[in-house]
């Protein structure tokens, strides 16, 4: 099987390349750098032929309102049309948990036009939401913080290993299309404040986690269970406190 990974070069796509090379697909990794751009189109049309699967786990460089939503609108509609050229049987994409109850921020605005762009598309489809990756600790702490000061709200959720999420990915890719949402959280659940103030005591971080109902994430107010998947979600068996004792070794 034929699958264009396209992001296939970031952290969670050329994860998915990796794994759907073991399993023996034809798995091609495509990005700017490999000389495909689904934001001009360049290289698109040339790389989908012949695929089977398209996999776009791709994102904005920029997540300003308006950069953020153009490059999600073009880039998608650009990558569809040339899909249905090809005559590919199977989109999928990368989003986020809670993605339609985080319309407050422009960025996850842009992310609900992608996806609504994919389900009006016509292309079998398949949308994996992820809840945060546990690499994105250090920006989340960072997008929070005001000097010496972050401010996080007491919210619920579950972050994930970007392995377990681009193992979920490469298992929808080559599945069949469900033509909804399938969702990957990871296996402990956490308040958002709590993990980061610990995070940053164990990294001797001076700064101060400050606990705020009404703090803002990327721009949007948060409800105690915004972040959390729904009961039917895969859960990854990664856990959070393995994968930190991996990093400092």
Same mark, same amino acid.
């Given at each position: 099987?034929? +699958? ?31 000389? +495909? ?54 989109? +999928? ?75 979920? +990915? ?80």
């Amino acid at each position: 099987m034929k +699958v264009v990974v396209i992001g296939g070069t970031g952290l969670i796509g050329s994860k998915v390349v990796a794994r759907l090379g073991e399993h023996g697909h034809e798995a091609v990794a495509a990005s700017p750098d490999t000389g +495909v751009d689904t934001l001009t189109g360049q290289g698109v049309a040339e790389t989908l032929e012949g695929a089977d699967v398209v996999v776009d786990v791709c994102n904005s460089p920029s997540f300003e309102d308006e950069a953020v939503m153009n490059f999600f609108r073009t880039s998608t509609t650009n990558l569809l049309e040339a899909e249905a050229k090809a005559g590919v049987k199977h989109h +999928v994409a990368l989003s986020v948990v809670g993605t339609e109850r985080l319309q407050g921020s422009g960025y996850f605005r842009a992310k609900q036009v992608q996806e609504d762009l994919i389900k009006d598309s016509g292309i079998p489809y398949s949308i994996v939401h992820a809840t945060q990756f546990f690499e994105f600790m250090k920006s989340i702490a960072a997008a929070a913080t005001d000097g010496d000061t972050v401010k996080l709200a007491p919210v619920q959720f579950r972050p994930v290993a970007s392995d377990d999420v681009a193992a979920t +990915v490469g298992r929808t890719a080559v599945g069949t299309p469900v033509n909804g949402v399938v969702e990957v959280a990871g296996p402990d659940e956490f308040q958002l404040d709590e993990l980061i103030r610990k995070g940053l005591k164990a990294k001797n971080d001076p700064r101060t986690v400050v606990t705020d109902e009404h703090a803002p994430y990327f721009g949007t107010e948060l409800q105690k269970t915004t972040l959390l998947p729904g009961p039917d979600a895969n859960i990854s068996d990664i856990h959070f406190a393995d994968w930190l004792a991996q990093q400092t070794k």
